[in-house]
């Protein structure tokens, strides 16, 4: 298996790589780690004309301490973040559920804005920055702007990042609430979750489920009933509440449905 | 000291953990071109057109070839039902082969191989043994006019005896399709210049294939050479014929350059031949104390697109084992052979007998529950005694060597502790917190060393015996060529182990070669459990041979009779007086020096070859025990334990018998937990990579707990029985059993592999039984 | 279209130039000739082609060569000098039979030797996770597990000698 031909072009810098994109709009794709992109290019369901590789944009990969919220950069890798006191002291949620994405090899070269970026709702940081309520910092040939978690996954695989943008920085709000738990129900430790749910319990509760739809989804209705301080059994039955997850060989909607609530019952009693 | 048992480090390690092993893409020629295949992606279609015109245009691309432009003969297989070796008119899978692309690099026969076109006119497709039986069902073979291309019928169904048991049961069982899926794929080398063929190949049997490939191409077969380096895995699927052996061959002749084939993991899912496969109809008839009256079995063997005549073979073997380790007075089987629009279905480690085994352990089980004894209980009141070996069965094929298997089950409850799991159980049961605790039992029997003469030519192999020549070095070192080609086995180990035995010659002064029909004697190769069984007693048979003339050396050199001399850690000495001794070296060299020997004995007649035949199969056995926790809520399925007690008669190599069984093992729970080939209605493969084919990985299984007894076999002068496909046979049906027994609380009798979490859930909302 | 990179594999720098979609297995493969990373799968799912990447574990199938320029490669051939010895965890998995066909052996010690980089002594479990992503077919993975308990017992990796204990 081998990717189709393509010209590289690789950055030294943000704008470098927004220059680039300009120049050859929707025949580039962007690549950082490539651990969501070189499959699909192997199997040849993704064949972009230019490669824009930003792998070398040492200043994007940063874990910062901003008073009120940590920053971390787009080209952050799984392994940094799964291992960051910082992230470990303040976002807890984040860090472990960093070091469960893929296998060890994948979290060595995967990053956490590649990973946002391809938008798939079966992946598991999607739904760490929906249950963090996380503000992602786009930057583009008219400069930076913020987008809210809300408002980043668009559609299946897609994302507020236009083709002419690049997903620079992720904003994660400190954690002031003692209680979270990542919940990753898949056959092999390798796999993508079949479902998962992130829960960060708070005066503003977030929950993001894993492949319960064609986006990563926030199950909004059981964080209302979590803030008004429903009964964790009540709040779990409302998991699935307004998603409509999907039906594929690894598990049917009705199961998917049932695992989501048996998954975030199972986070709200070790949060 | 005699190495036959001890614990011995492989020979075959040191390069395989160095990176300096040779699997076939490591083996690099100079101006080498390389193949890529356009595959269908249709399961059953006419083939309207084919455009290769843009393909041609693409760089580096040399030629593009179809059954249009090039002459090919069927693949070598079932009269009647041959395949084409590309695709001509109609297509009957998702992968066949249908062009083939050559190119400078890889890379460029990848490019080349997307701009090659296919128009298809669709055609309905069967994807199960069911709709291909069905009326009216789409023909993959319209001259035939059925999609069952084989069926035999069963002689006397045992119909009254089962009408008149106090108990029977009937069973439907899908034994479910996997993909051997060995690591390293297919991949092959040929190299057809004027002086002949040379080609490498990933392959088990290397002369099989020699022999096929010449014939096929219509040259002489010391014009053929075939090499089968380091071959990572093979699992029973590299022992059938697919096109790209003949076609690499054909393509490097027309070019006259290396034309090198290296299979893509995704190729590998759909073109590797599959296993298993099988649906089976199953009644069984019992008295009120368990003993069982009569078993009737019925076989549908799915056979994929293109039959195979290993696949053909396959219920025969099932059948035959189908009684498993039981004194059962009436059994009866039938079969029958059905094509469809998948994959062609050939041998996967087991090849038909972990079909048996699960068919036979499963209406064990179901014995325990309509009486509810405790399933144990129900395999003891029926085993065959050890006195009543040989024990002739229902089957001509099958006349049991030798086994114990009350001795297994009472090792097996030596090592694992029932009534503390049983108290386990029923606890959890009320505990909500806890996992449902199932244990479950496996006594199972196999059909291995095929070595018989016979028992390998119905599947298209020469002959049944395996070669062994071992050949003495002028200074005293031995080397051991053998058709037994391994992949993975240890064969070079286990064969120098026995050699040392046997020759009295140090173990690091015997080499094991094989893999080559240019320096090895005709051989047949490593499949059915024979290498030890069938190889091995050859490399002893060969070994005695060598020393006897050695003495008659050894003798002249130190004047003393043949008969008085004894042969230990590389010295000849004489009985009684050790101090008179020669060593190995010395009469090695002696060995080629026509002025030195015993007039009567020629010069470097320490060489011998033999094709060892045996008198009859071998039948290892064993007795394995599993637990399984199942998650209440999401019906997760795990094994927590697994307990082993295999009887595979006289063990060379204790490590290396243990690490066949955990292999064995491995792929079992794999069926019986997560693998399973599928398609959806049209035909399409939905689990065509390793994304979706769920072999599991470290943290998904178990770690063993072993035990073992000895029941040699007499059919050798070793004992040994075979190893390799047992922990594939017995750990399925372990398994299966564990999990209904976890669930036996709420009357379910039976659960499809793979026990998937979706599945168990179900029936834990009170769904299926 | 081709690319200039600078690699260093194993101690040696190689200067080339190479079409940027040559996935870094096939650089060490085809102009490396380090042929003993293998390829087993087309997902990333099988971890043969793992390799050290500045150290850390990496499945060279899933990166571009153009990717680890200016970088530092092992492979299983940088692993010990030609003239032995075999580090702990070769010769851990020579004592303990942690392999059959050979196949997967590259990346399995290629991971577990990053693993016993971070973690003198993992307990079985820990063994087991970060194994996560390599697929063996012939082991059943127990005798891996106890080859690399092995590595990290002996850190000397002094083997035993032939036909001790059973």
Redesign the interface.
């Known amino acids: 298996m081998i990717p189709a031909k393509f010209d590289y072009k690789p950055a030294s810098s943000a704008e470098e790589a927004i220059a680039l994109l300009a120049e050859y709009g929707d025949e580039a794709k962007i690549i950082a780690g490539g651990h969501s992109l070189l499959p699909l290019m192997k199997l040849r369901l993704a064949n972009p004309e230019v490669l824009i590789d930003i792998g070398g944009i040492n200043d994007l990969s940063f874990i910062e301490d901003k008073g009120d919220h940590i920053a971390v950069g787009a080209l952050t890798r799984h392994r940094l973040v799964e291992q960051s006191d910082l992230l470990k002291e303040h976002i807890p949620l984040l860090a472990h559920t960093a070091g469960h994405v893929g296998d060890p090899q994948v979290r060595n070269r995967g990053t956490i804005g590649g990973s946002l970026c391809h938008g798939d709702p079966a992946s598991d940081l999607p739904a760490v920055v929906l249950a963090t309520r996380a503000s992602l910092l786009i930057t583009g040939p008219n400069g930076e702007r913020k987008v809210e978690a809300d408002d980043f996954f668009t559609d299946f695989w897609e994302t507020a990042v236009a083709e002419d943008e690049l997903l620079t920085e992720i904003q994660f709000p400190k954690f002031t609430g003692q209680e979270w738990s990542f919940q990753k129900f898949n056959r092999r430790a390798q796999d993508w979750a079949i479902v998962g749910c992130a829960l960060q319990h708070s005066d503003n509760p977030g929950i993001g489920m894993i492949n319960m739809g064609t986006t990563p989804v926030r199950a909004s209705a059981a964080e209302a009933a979590l803030k008004s301080g429903e009964a964790n059994s009540d709040v779990a039955d409302l998991a699935d509440d307004g998603l409509s997850p999907p039906s594929d060989i690894h598990g049917q909607e009705d199961y998917r449905r049932h695992l989501s609530r048996v998954l975030l019952g199972r986070a709200l009693d070790n949060s | 000291?005699s190495?036959v048992?001890?614990?011995?480090?492989?020979k075959?390690?040191?390069?395989?953990?160095?990176?300096?092993?040779?699997?076939v893409?490591?083996v690099?020629i100079a101006g080498t071109a390389h193949m890529v295949f356009v595959r269908s992606i249709e399961a059953h279609a006419q083939i309207k057109a084919i455009d290769v015109s843009a393909a041609l245009e693409c760089e580096g691309v040399i030629g593009v070839w179809t059954a249009e432009n090039l002459e090919l003969a069927p693949l070598p297989g079932v009269p009647g039902l041959e395949r084409p070796t590309l695709a001509k008119e109609k297509v009957r899978f998702v992968g066949e082969a249908i062009a083939v692309v050559v190119a400078e690099n890889?890379?460029a026969a990848?490019?080349g191989a997307?701009l090659v076109f296919v128009e298809y006119e669709p055609l309905g497709v069967v994807t199960s043994v069911n709709e291909a039986m069905a009326d009216n069902a789409p023909l993959l073979y319209e001259a035939i006019g059925s999609n069952v291309v084989m069926e035999v019928p069963s002689p006397d169904e045992h119909q009254e005896i089962i009408d008149a048991a106090p108990h029977s049961v009937s069973m439907h069982i899908v034994n479910n399709r996997c993909a051997p899926?060995?690591?390293?794929?297919l991949v092959c080398l040929a190299d057809y210049g004027p002086s002949g063929l040379t080609l490498w190949a990933s392959f088990q049997a290397p002369h099989h294939l020699r022999n096929t490939v010449s014939s096929w191409l219509g040259i002489a077969q010391d014009q053929c050479r075939v090499i089968t380096p380091?071959?990572?895995?093979g699992?029973g699927a590299k022992v059938n014929f697919t096109p790209e052996l003949f076609i690499a061959p054909t393509l490097s002749k027309l070019l006259g350059r290396p034309i090198k084939y290296?299979q893509?993991?995704?190729e590998c899912m759909t073109e590797m031949y599959h296993g298993r496969a099988q649906e089976q109809d199953v009644d069984i008839a019992f008295d009120d104390e368990g003993k069982i009256l009569a078993l009737r079995v019925m076989v549908y063997q799915d056979q994929g697109g293109y039959a195979d005549p290993t696949g053909m073979g396959l219920p025969a073997l099932t059948t035959t084992m189908a009684a498993g380790c039981y004194m059962i007075p009436n059994v009866s089987v039938a079969w029958k052979n059905i094509v469809t629009n998948t994959t062609p279905v050939a041998a996967y480690r087991g090849a038909g007998r972990p079909e048996a085994s699960y068919l036979i352990e499963r209406a064990i089980d179901q014995i325990a529950y309509s009486l509810e004894i405790d399933p144990v209980e129900v395999r003891r009141r029926n085993y065959i005694p050890t006195e009543n070996f040989p024990y002739a069965t229902h089957s001509e094929i099958a006349v049991y060597d030798s086994g114990n298997f009350a001795g297994c089950m009472d090792e097996l409850l030596n090592i694992m502790d029932y009534d503390a799991i049983r108290d386990e159980q029923e606890k959890n049961r009320e505990d909500p917190g806890k996992p449902l605790l199932g244990v479950g039992f496996a006594s199972w029997l196999e059909i291995a060393g095929f070595g018989p003469p016979g028992s390998l030519e119905g599947f298209g192999h020469l002959g049944s015996w395996e070669s062994v020549q071992v050949r003495i070095q002028p200074d005293g070192s031995a080397i051991i060529y053998t058709g037994a080609s391994p992949?993975?086995?240890?064969t070079v180990t286990t064969f120098a182990q026995i050699a040392s035995d046997y020759l009295g010659i140090e173990?690091d002064k015997i080499s094991v070669r094989h893999g080559d029909t240019a320096t090895i004697p005709q051989g047949i190769g490593t499949l059915g459990s024979r290498a030890v069984a069938v190889g091995g007693e050859g490399v002893k048979t060969a070994s005695v041979k060598i020393v006897e003339r050695a003495k008659q050396v050894a003798a002249h050199l130190l004047e003393a009779n043949p008969e008085d001399l004894t042969v230990e850690d590389g010295n000849f000495s004489v009985k009684g007086t050790p101090a008179q001794t020669v060593s190995w070296a010395e009469v090695a060299w002696t060995s080629f020096r026509p002025l030195e020997i015993p007039e009567e004995m020629e010069p470097g007649s320490l060489d011998t070859t033999v094709l060892q035949q045996v008198p009859n199969f071998s039948f290892p056995s064993g007795a394995y025990g599993c637990v399984v926790e199942i998650d209440k809520?999401?019906g997760?399925t795990r094994v927590r334990d697994m307990y082993l007690v295999d009887d595979c008669g006289t063990v060379i190599s204790?490590?290396?018998a243990?690490?066949q069984v955990?292999?064995?093992?491995?792929?079992g729970i794999a069926q019986a937990l997560?693998e399973e080939v599928?398609y959806d209605e049209n035909g399409q493969p939905?689990?065509g990579?390793?994304?979706?084919y769920?072999?599991?990985?470290?943290?998904?299984?178990p770690?063993?707990t072993s035990g073992r007894i000895s029941t040699p076999t007499p059919n050798n002068t070793l004992g040994a029985k075979g190893i390799g496909e047992s922990?594939s046979v017995g750990a399925p049906p372990a398994v299966i059993n564990a999990v209904v027994d976890a669930l036996r609380h709420l009357d379910v009798t039976h659960v499809d592999m793979p026990a998937?979490?979706?599945k168990i859930?179900?029936i834990l909302q009170g769904g299926a039984k | 279209m081709t690319f200039p990179i600078k690699i260093t594999v194993n101690g040696k720098s190689h200067e080339t130039e190479v079409d940027p979609r040559t996935l870094l297995v096939h650089f060490l493969r085809e102009d490396c000739q380090l042929t003993g990373t293998h390829v087993g799968c087309d997902t990333s799912n099988c971890g043969a082609c793992t390799v050290l990447l500045n150290g850390e574990a990496v499945k060279s199938c899933t990166v571009l060569t153009v990717q680890a320029t200016n970088q530092e490669v092992q492979t299983v051939e940088g692993l010990a000098p030609p003239d032995g010895p075999y580090t702990p965890i070769q010769e851990g998995f020579r004592q303990e039979h942690g392999l059959q066909c050979g196949y997967c052996t590259p990346g399995m010690l290629m991971a577990g030797t990053a693993l016993l980089n971070e973690i003198d002594n993992p307990s079985e479990e820990q063994i087991r996770e970060h194994l996560e992503g390599n697929l063996c077919r012939c082991t059943g993975y127990e005798m891996i597990v106890r080859s690399i308990q092995w590595a990290a017992e002996n850190p000397d990796g002094i083997p035993v000698e032939i036909g001790e204990g059973s």
């Open positions: 000291m190495l048992g001890a614990r011995v480090v492989r075959e390690d040191p390069n395989l953990i160095s990176g300096r092993g040779q699997f893409d490591d690099k890889s890379y990848a490019d997307e899926a060995p690591m390293e794929p380091d071959v990572g895995g699992f290296t893509t993991r995704s992949h993975g086995q240890g173990f809520e999401t997760d204790p490590m290396l243990e690490g955990h292999g064995g093992v491995a792929q997560y599928k939905t689990t990579t390793f994304v979706d769920l072999i599991p990985a470290a943290p998904e299984l770690t063993f922990g998937t979490p979706q859930w179900r």
